[in-house]
């Protein structure tokens, strides 16, 4: 891939994050959750991470924001390699935070708003002058279009739509360069989905923000993002600019999401070839041989079981589109 | 339209009463399902959609809910009235959003199957659990001598769902109310289950009542659409209708706030929010986040009108019948 690297503003090379676990009566096992990602986020950039449950992607949320240590693999911000100690991590997240997909859990019942909005100040001094605190968090919550009126109140006053407002404010309060967006639209209403979508894309104009957006909604994502790579058990098996991916999808997988994700067009219901897949997501403590998505792929051939397919640029296609997948290339039918 | 197995007129129900202040949860709703038919009432969080389906079945707690109707009748039977655990399972069955809090986490989910059979058609263990199995290969669950045999949390979240449906359908329901089924399934699995509901409904002649608020799920099972918000219908139609002409502008509005797959253009929100229950406007429930709303739209409640292929409308400013599909068209 051909990037300049004064566009890069975070990146991860080959992030493993395994789990420890225990099996019913049959020992240890190890969950790869995050099996060899390479991740590049660029300035002023929206990237989404789509993919279904247990693929990993809120566990690589979790890498890039330092919540927890990967098994393997490095980590850049801006040029520089992310440390592992504590003091550097602090500093870290002065550049990128995290918006969580729980308006509910994420915000403690007992605080004030004013009081959420006031931790970040706390824990970093330098950011604003005590006399400046009140002054700031109105101007945070004006950012969300929220206001005054709503520094004395608790949580459980909010809707949900007005909370993941208040959780963007308290990301945003230490200016950070990267907020990472963890299905932040999940638990919204489509009409106050909508919303949130708007700020969301109005914020990242109006302060430069590079997202790593983390959603299993292909419609919000098409929506909302510049570049997606598609995640199926642990590892990145379609990757380029939002229109090809969705223009031209090449992995079986990206092919089987899009025609799974409903449109709301009765009309769709009636054409053929949507593609149904069979079966389950297999579990991450032992995936298949060879490529991970052949046992429920159509197109798997008896090769796909010997050897893993890497995530390669495709001939044929866009400019920084790729796909892990032999027949990627191979055309339609069969 | 067909005839009607469920006759749903002017439903109320509230919560609350005494010390806390009344909640009037579904206001005044009116809708039929008819055989074999598929009934989507869409709506968004507040818009009574459990509510309706919920009172249905009297699935309420007595004492802090009260449920007025004009007729609440299942193939002219007033379900007010009858043995509610008659009804319940061998004709009507439901099927909720959390197959896990729904199953019972410790028993063996083909004994969980094989309950109904037993109690209401009176068969044996033996009899029930090979009916169960049966139904588990229905569904379309592999192995399923194997899957008999385990408990709820053995299973993924599709395979619960499939359990839960095939539950539902052991006693072969004339109606089966679905709310929200799919809403916890990734959208590889949510396909697979409604081809299964779908295939259900075309084999056995049931009918079905969906409650959902994704405008994408009405679009794949509705024959017809009921729209609600905020405890009102504001708009029922055939899916066609709804999804092509809208005409209550909630309908357009929340049409045109979906993001689409097939689509690069930005979704368009509705400006607002909800009205809060306590204090439900008095014109029109849409009105304060309407952009066409009138002066009488916030002191005058809109009457159902009544069209001509069955369309319903509660709009001071559109007509059910008028050839625009739109103002803004």
């Not at chain 1, 393997?72 to 592992?84: C, I, K, L, Q, W």
């Not at chain 2, 809910?65 to 007033?78: F, H, N, P, V």
């Not at chain 2, 043995?83 to 959003?97: E, K």
Request: negative net charge; aromatic residues 4%; hydrophobic residues 40%.
């Amino acid at each position: 891939m051909v990037v300049e690297m004064s566009e890069v503003l975070f990146e991860g090379v080959q992030l493993r994050k395994y789990f420890d676990t225990k099996r019913s009566g049959r020992g240890r096992a190890t969950v790869k959750a995050v099996d060899g990602v390479d991740l590049v986020l660029r300035r002023g950039e929206c990237l989404a991470l789509v993919g279904e449950s247990g693929c990993g992607k809120s566990t690589l949320a979790t890498l890039v924001t330092r919540m927890e240590e990967p098994t393997s693999g490095e980590m850049r911000f801006d040029g520089n390699p992310v440390a592992r100690d504590r003091r550097s991590a602090l500093a870290f997240r002065r550049d990128v935070q995290i918006v969580l997909q729980d308006p509910f859990t994420s915000l403690n019942p007992r605080m004030t708003i004013e009081a959420v909005l006031r931790e970040p100040f706390e824990i970093h001094a330098d950011l604003v002058p005590r006399s400046g605190w009140r002054a700031r968090s109105i101007e945070l919550l004006e950012m969300v279009g929220l206001g005054e009126e709503h520094l004395g109140r608790y949580p459980h006053e909010f809707s949900g739509g007005q909370r993941q407002r208040v959780s963007i404010a308290r990301a945003l309060a230490v200016e950070p360069r990267v907020l990472v967006l963890d299905e932040p639209l999940s638990a919204l209403d489509v009409s106050v989905q909508a919303q949130v979508v708007t700020l969301l894309k109005d914020l990242q104009s109006r302060l430069g923000l590079s997202y790593l957006f983390i959603s299993h909604d292909l419609a919000v994502v098409r929506s909302m993002a510049d570049r997606v790579a598609v995640m199926y058990l642990g590892r990145i098996v379609e990757e380029g600019s939002t229109e090809s991916v969705y223009g031209d999808p090449r992995h079986p997988y990206t092919r089987a999401l899009l025609s799974s994700s409903p449109v709301p067009d009765p009309d769709r219901r009636d054409e053929g070839g949507r593609i149904l897949l069979s079966g389950d997501v297999p579990s991450p403590i032992d995936p298949p041989s060879g490529c991970a998505f052949r046992t429920r792929c159509w197109r798997a051939l008896e090769s796909c079981a010997q050897a893993r397919p890497d995530l390669e640029p495709l001939h044929s296609g866009a400019e920084e589109h790729r796909v892990a997948c032999f027949r990627a290339e191979d055309p339609e039918g069969v | 339209m067909s005839e009607a197995l469920l006759t749903i007129e002017g439903l109320n129900v509230s919560f609350g009463g005494r010390d806390q202040p009344k909640i009037r949860a579904v206001r005044d709703v009116s809708f039929t399902v008819g055989r074999g038919e598929c009934v989507v009432v869409l709506g968004e969080s507040g818009s009574g959609k459990s509510v309706t389906a919920q009172s249905i079945l009297g699935l309420h707690d007595p004492r802090s809910t009260s449920i007025e109707a004009d007729r609440l009748e299942l193939d002219g039977e007033d379900l007010r009235s009858s043995d509610l655990n008659r009804v319940r399972g061998s004709r009507i069955a439901m099927v909720f959003q959390d197959a896990l809090s729904a199953l019972n986490p410790v028993h063996r989910v083909g004994q969980q199957i094989a309950e109904s059979l037993r109690v209401h058609r009176g068969l044996s263990k033996r009899q029930a659990e090979e009916r169960a199995v049966e139904l588990m290969r229905a569904m379309q669950i592999p192995d399923p001598e194997q899957r008999a045999r385990n408990y709820p949390h053995q299973l993924s979240g599709g395979m619960r769902q499939r359990i839960m449906i095939a539950m539902a359908l052991a006693l072969e329901p004339e109606l089966l109310i679905a709310d929200e089924p799919t809403t916890a399934l990734d959208v590889t699995v949510q396909l697979q289950i409604l081809e299964l509901l779908r295939t259900m409904c075309r084999e056995r002649g049931m009918s079905l009542l969906m409650i959902t608020h994704d405008v994408g799920v009405a679009a794949e099972m509705a024959d017809r659409i009921v729209v609600m918000y905020a405890g009102k219908v504001v708009e029922v139609g055939s899916v066609r209708e709804i999804l092509k002409q809208p005409k209550h502008p909630y309908t357009r509005g929340l049409l045109g706030s979906v993001p689409r797959t097939d689509l690069t253009s930005l979704p368009t929100p509705i400006p607002g929010g909800l009205p809060d229950p306590r204090r439900i406007p008095e014109g029109c429930v849409f009105a304060p986040r309407c952009e066409l709303a009138e002066a009488r739209c916030f002191s005058e409640q809109p009457e159902m009108q009544h069209g001509a292929t069955g369309r319903e409308l509660a709009c001071h400013l559109e007509r059910v019948d008028g050839s625009d599909g739109g103002r803004d068209e």
